[in-house]
């Protein structure tokens, strides 16, 4: 029987793989994220998915382990996870009325093979009350998501606009990472 792994502990990335009844384990280590300042945006998040990839890879190596990585990136800056609440409001401040860009890159490792690829989905938000802006902060969701927000949740209310992939936005685009799973050999449950 073929062993899936899901390299990162973000319970967002785990719901949208436990949706398509896939058998998976979860199992993250600590990589180093820092990177090339020079890099593109598409390059520093197939970098980082490759990195936490690679270290469950090491102890899986009979496994397919997925990794992946997302960040924000607002008129070619990169909008790390808020530091503290002010920190967060001065980014959806930034983010009010504004369209930026998602990047989620992903790496699968295999005996076999590797993938590695990313998405990049446009996402436009409303104008934003400066009350708005501070209610969506204390609800404390801000807090642990790169961008200061997540679509999922009470953030959908900040979003008027996406292209692209919503999944991506999320955290895992889903449908690619299926495709390239595939590809590389795994057997889907639900196929014969």
Sequence with gaps: MQTLILASSSPRRKALLQYL???FEV???????????????????????????????QEHPEAFVIGSD???VFQ????HKPIDEADAFSKLRMLSGNQHEVYTGVSILSSQATARFYEKTEVLFWELTDGEIMSYVQTGE??????????QGY????????????????????????????RLGYK???ET
């Design 76 to 79: 070619g800056q990169i909008l």
């Design 155 to 182: 953030g959908s209310m900040l979003v008027k606009k996406i292209i692209g992939d919503y999944y991506a936005v999320v955290g895992l685009p889903v449908s690619r990472t299926i495709r390239e799973l595939k």
């Design 142 to 151: 801000p807090l642990d998501k790169a961008g200061a927000y997540g679509i």
């Design 188 to 190: 889907m449950p639900y």
């Design 70 to 72: 997302t960040i924000v």
């Design 27 to 57: 199992s993250s280590k600590n990589v180093d994220e820092s990177f090339d300042p020079d890099l593109q945006p598409s390059e520093v998040v197939m970098e980082l998915a490759q990195r936490k990839a690679q270290a469950v890879f």
């Design 21 to 23: 009844n896939l058998s």
